[in-house]
């Protein structure tokens, strides 16, 4: 079992709970030392809740006192802080796992890259949404040719959070309402829908246009829509929104080829529906004979007991944990759901051509 430190989420953050559940779900991880808030009556709560016996009041202690005691560390606070703790956590070379967005800018990422070195660093981001049973049966009969020559995929994230704020959670919090060259709802939402595209084609898109608007009274963009071009004249829209009413997290899939289309709904995540072009629609679950079957975290309870949102976090955390040990033994990882520095780049590349693009109302080559 791994022993994980956590930096970041404690129990009055929105991440905190998921992943601490997800890591030990299927008993891949133990949390064992944090540093969960700057709050120290938070921080303490947090520790004894989760039954973490080593605490400590900043980061910094904890990467200087761990460093040689845990096999990696779980970066959780927000993400305007994220640069900082992973120079440090790479100059350690103590393996990160880092929540999404890797950091806030591509200046950022271009200089962690230049520090990264694959044969000493370990560093994966939860992306989580393509831990979900159905959305990897879905790559998988893209891989397959299934659904024939791919002609558009369109994705899209809307929320009604700034508008309808969720009362579980004190929403929306002060960093979530600065915006920098990229702003917080790209970093937020468009590195999911980047992710997922990417994942599902395994293609980086060439050019983009976009627009962006402010709907809200925060003053910052809550609404982005692109359209992406790839090659062989595949097409794709990205939509995310903090501003559309009725959606808690809509975020919603389809796929569009010359054989068959699919769709899939994050709310109703255990139905994956695939059209064909002789008229046949089938709905795919759990329950049918699907290539994801034989792994049995994809099947935790039997079908009709629906699998949802920290179910498909903890199928990530086991890939990690199989990736994290392949980097033990042979100082290198291979495992194609699980991405880390190059697939952070890529996505803030595009983010940030997508802010230029908006600027200059124009097509801009990524």
Known sequence: MFKLAFIGGSIDSIAGYPHFIASQMDKRFEVIAGAFSTQKDINEQTAKTWKVKRLYNHWKELIKYEKNSIDAVVVLTPTPLHFEIILELLQANIPIICEKPLVSSLKEVEILNDIYDKNKHFLVITNNYSGYPMVRELQYKIAQKEFGDILQIRLKMPQESFLRPPKSVKYPQKWRLQDGFIPMISLDLGTHLHHLAYFLL????????????????????????MMLQYDNNMEGNMWLSKTALGNRNGLHIEVYGTKASALW??????????????????????????????????????????????????????????????????????????????????????????????????????
């Open 265 to 366: 709904h994050q709310e109703n995540p255990e139905k994956l529906e695939c059209s064909y072009n002789n008229g046949k629609k089938v709905i795919i679950d759990r329950g049918s004979d699907i290539e994801m079957l034989p792994n049995p975290l994809y099947s935790r309870m039997t079908p009709g007991h629906p699998a949802g949102f920290i179910e498909s976090f903890a199928n990530l955390y086991n890939d990690i944990a199989n990736a994290l040990e392949q980097f033990k033994a042979k100082k290198e990882y291979l495992n194609h759901y699980v991405y880390g520095l190059e697939h952070a780049y890529n996505g803030l590349t595009l983010l940030h051509k997508t802010t230029i693009s908006h600027k200059e109302k124009k097509w801009i080559n990524i």
């Open 202 to 225: 395994q293609q980086e898109p060439k050019s983009v246009i976009a627009t962006y608007k402010s709907f809200s009274q925060y003053g910052v963009v809550d609404d982005v829509n």
